[in-house]
């Protein structure tokens, strides 16, 4: 089963969706600067998201060891 959490926060994924869509673009003639916007767009979303995810798992983990503290009292 796929981890969409550590999948999503990867470098090495959003990098590799990167370069599938820019070849896309480059073979189907899209110009430049075009395919530089939707670069930016691109690696911009995946910043976001590998923030929020990012945060989602740090704040958990924080209610995660306050639970565990309150238990141990």
Not at 32 to 47: K, L, P, R
């Amino acid at each position: 089963m796929i981890d969409w959490k550590r999948k999503l926060t990867s470098r090495k994924f959003w990098l590799a969706v990167v370069g599938f869509i820019t070849q896309l673009l480059i073979l189907y003639g899209t110009p430049e600067n075009q395919i530089t916007q939707v670069t930016a767009c691109i690696m911009a979303g995946a910043t976001l998201i590998g923030y929020i995810i990012g945060e989602g798992l740090a704040d958990s983990g924080v209610h995660l060891v306050d639970s565990e503290i309150q238990e141990a009292e």
